[in-house]
């Protein structure tokens, strides 16, 4: 598929009308009622009106952005049907070839699941015919979760990459894709026969996703090391030379598991790399990997080092809650890197992960902080005693005996804390308003898409979805049974909006993602 091929932008100028949220800052959402918001046919909010009357639309907004009445689609959310339009989800990690394998990792962790079920499957996917019926597939299945943009690993296969990006152009899914380099620990029949090997096959894929969308609207090429131990020293400097030659985005693994943090000491010895130090993060340093389009997936052990690090190169990690807890890799501590000033995003990463939805992983990231701060000292209480001795050092004979409310020794509830990182139980714990914003504006930052995508202001575009709770429960039952589309969430009509959007977190799917649009295109309606 070429260029010629490339779908095309929305095609009438659009105006939606009726309540819009998103969030305006981490801790922020925005609800927004009786409002219109005017998208061009670029795909490009051109004028947000609060409070607006649509049957006055066609006298007073329509000619003054001089649109013709007959040149508009409107698109309203049902309040009767408690929907409202949210911002599209931004699925910042996940591997596309791996989609078959979703729910399947036994009780292995991340080294042998590599081994048992994801090389196999993925070098069996330079068929193309196998590959665009799972390609196809993850594209439609991540669509119809509210997935307007997504960074995806393909396989190490020039042929079947290239393809992803194709089908994800086709789709009008914005996508980074990325041709997966690794030269070592990896079955012979998958992986490079030489770092040069590698490259080459990389330029090959780039040059020919560059080729089918030139601007990089919606798809664009992502330089994609597996991960450390899958690449040889010479491979990843010859990547970073390439990041730099380029400038594209990076995307990797990083300290997701305790023993591939082992594996990668063991085999990238800081004096043999002259790395200026022995963490994994050091690693990715001195090959010139970590820059501010970096996309880090994991980042579940790293150390107060490794993070100074990364925040220094800009770099970004994508949080991915499900696998971390499928693979018992470990709980990231998601408040201690954003209080460092890291910025994070969500990512499914199928298969490691089991669900294609980013709302899932909103909410598994909620839940997964609560298991970090169930780990946390709760934040100490000063009395007056300790406020007027405030500064002075205990000595270590007067705290050994002493306990807290939780019935811990003084001494051991300040270790933990300490292990914590000084986040406090209730400070460690993510709020609805904090996922969403991962899942949304979080996600953008990582995929260089920030102030562009992720909400809802003039200048940004319309990636968008239409969520529908349903209608209000009444007398126990649905007002029409049979008609009522079934889902999870259910609304009895006197929750406020932050108790419905709640709900949805907890309680919805797919079944509740009416439409879809990026960059103002209808890509997927649940009929």
Known sequence: MGSQEQTTLAARNQLFYGT????????????????????????????IERDFDLSQAASTLFPRLGWAPDSVSIHSSLASHNQFFFPGFIDTHLHAPQYPNVGIFGKSTLLDWLETYTFPLEASLSDPAKARTVYNRVIRKTLSHGTTCAAYYATKDVTTTNLLADLCLRAGQRALVGRVCMDQLSPKYYRDASAADSVAATRESITYIESIDPTGTIVRPVITPRFAPSCSAPLMAELG??????????????????????????????????????????????????????????????????????????????????????????????????????????GTDMSGGYSPSVLEMARQAALVSRHVAMGCAPAKKENKGEKENKGEKESEAETEGKTNEDGNSEKESKANQANKDGIDRERAKLTVEEVLYLATKGGAELVGMKGKVGGFEVGMEWDAQLIGLGRDVVDGEYEDEEKEEEGNVDVFGWESWPNKVAKWLFNGDDRNTRKVWVKGRLVHERK
């Open 20 to 47: 819009f949220i998103y969030p305006k800052t981490l801790t922020d959402l925005e609800y927004l009622h009786n409002t219109a918001v005017a998208v061009d046919q670029n795909g490009t909010i051109v004028a």
């Open 241 to 346: 030379k390439l990041a730099a030659e380029t400038g594209l985005p990076v995307q990797t693994h990083i300290s997701e598991n305790e023993g591939e943090i082992a594996l990668v000491k063991e085999m990238f010895p800081a004096k043999k790399i002259g790395a200026k130090g022995d963490t994994y993060t050091h690693v990715y340093d001195t090959f010139g990997l970590l820059t501010d389009k970096t996309i880090l997936a994991h980042g579940v052990h790293l150390s107060e080092e490794e993070v100074q690090i990364i925040k220094a190169r800009g770099s970004k990690v994508s949080h991915c809650p499900c696998s971390n807890s499928a693979l018992t890799s470990g709980a990231a501590r998601v408040r201690w890197l954003l209080e460092r000033g890291i910025e994070v995003g969500l």
